[in-house]
Every structure is written in structure tokens, then in C-alpha cells.
Nanobody, 130 residues
Framework: QVQLVESGGGSVQVGGSLRLSCTIS????????MGWMRQAPGEEREGVAA???????NYADAVKGRFTISKDNVKKTLYLQMNNLKPEDTAMYYC????????????????????????WGQGTQVTVSS
């Protein structure tokens, strides 16, 4: 059973930084495409960043240049470093892994893998205040 557990959310002022972590219990962690999505109140969930087995990454336009996705295959942990945070970054952030963990790679669409996400964490709240 694949389990995803996020941590690292919190409240920060505009311009501040946070690093989210997500531990994923999967035997083939290193082969899978995984990413971060977020959902603000009243909004649809949207992709933020994704990374594949080759460490190729994609980003939503709204976060390019400010957020960095990375992973540690030994610790089986996915990260999202968020810098220069803005109020519009306020949302619940979810880590996710592609269904089947088959390693189909990242999509051309920022924040998504080729394969739909099939595993989700419980979410961690990020609040940016001015």
C-alpha cells in the first residue's frame, strides 16, 4: 500500500519561504513520477510542479522561478522549496504520485505527470499573509 505523508506547511509573510516534504512509502519510489498540487478555497485543484525518475521537472507558470521541486531517492522523500511567497500561493498543498508508479514521466503541462495521479497525501496548509 502506497502512503504519502506531507509536512512543512505553515503561515508566512509575503516574500517568505517554506519547504514542504512528502515521504512516500513505495518500493519503486525512484522510478515514479510525482508532484505537488494545490487547492485554494473555492478553486479547483491545480498542478504546481512534477518530477520524474530522471529528475526532469515541470512547473506551473505561476510558480516558475520561485518554487523548486526535488526528491531524495534514499529517504523516499519529495520536496517543494517555495521562495518569494505571495498571497495567491495560499492553499492546501498535496503531494501525489502517478497511478501505478510505472514511470511514464512528466507531462508537458506544468505540475503534471503523463499518467494521472493515483496516490495522494492528506494535504498541508500554506498561508501567506501581507
Amino acid at each position: 500500500q502506497v502512503q504519502l505523508v506531507e509536512s512543512g506547511g505553515g503561515s508566512v509573510q509575503v516574500g517568505g519561504s517554506l519547504r514542504l516534504s512528502c515521504t512516500i512509502s513505495a518500493d519503486n519510489f525512484g522510478a515514479a513520477c510525482m508532484g505537488w498540487m494545490r487547492q485554494a478555497p473555492g478553486e479547483e485543484r491545480e498542478g504546481v510542479a512534477a518530477i520524474d525518475s530522471d529528475d526532469d521537472a515541470n512547473y506551473a507558470d505561476a510558480v516558475k522561478g520561485r518554487f523548486t521541486i526535488s526528491k531524495d531517492n534514499v529517504k523516499k522523500t519529495l520536496y517543494l522549496q517555495m521562495n518569494n511567497l505571495k498571497p495567491e500561493d495560499t492553499a492546501m498543498y498535496y503531494c501525489a504520485a502517478e497511478a501505478g508508479l510505472a514511470g511514464y514521466g512528466i507531462s508537458r503541462r506544468g505540475g503534471y505527470c503523463h499518467q494521472d495521479y493515483g496516490y495522494w497525501g492528506q494535504g498541508t496548509q500554506v498561508t501567506v499573509s501581507s
